[in-house]
């Protein structure tokens, strides 16, 4: 499988990059790795590069976005940060990838189970990490049930993965609020922007459609 060129980038629509991803994450869940070289990629890349996608994801060591995808090296753009949520730099990043770099694809990509989550469902204070968890409690406030105080913790796994689930759509929210470029490229169809939810126990992404 060769790398990206212009041309070849040019022809990717949206809804294309979207279906590219999900027969990359079949692949992965099947074990079934398109045959690609690598070093050659690295050769293709070596003057420029022209991804499909953009993906921001969370750090998680589970959760690496070329893998479960089946993606080579020129083919995604990859943004992680604990809890995949967006501040200015993340958006400047993205900005630059799909106005400048030509991808045709903003996914946020959520995870069942994740650290970043549970952290702020419980409130945890740890350093600089306490800053970080305070970006995701709007999340955690936003899902209202089970309103028993001693259900919404990290001991609950179904409300961890429903605050990780209403994360990822408040995330794409302020992308589209805070980015006029991206917004404007949304409205124009040059890209979409989604969200989706990847399962720690069987490697399948699920996408949130519309």
Known sequence: MKA?????????TPKGAVALL??????FQKKMA????????????KNGQFPFATILSCIDSRVSAELIFDQGIGDIFSARVAGNFVNEDILGSMEFACKLAGTKLVLVLGHTSCG???GACDDAKLGNLTALIS??????????????????NSKNIDFVNEVAIKNVHMT??????????????????????????????NGKVTFFEG
């Open 172 to 201: 794409i929210d302020s992308i589209r609020k805070e980015s006029e470029v991206l917004k404007e490229m949304e409205d124009t169809n040059e890209i979409m922007i989604l969200g989706g939810m990847y399962d720690i126990s």
């Open 135 to 152: 970006k995701i409690k709007p999340a955690v406030a936003a899902v209202t049930e089970p309103a028993d105080a001693s259900l919404r």
């Open 22 to 27: 999900k027969e990359g994450n079949v692949r």
């Open 116 to 118: 970043a989550v549970k």
């Open 34 to 45: 398109a045959e690609r070289d690598l070093l050659e990629q690295l050769a293709d890349t």
């Open 4 to 12: 990206y060129t212009k041309e070849t980038q040019a022809l990717i």
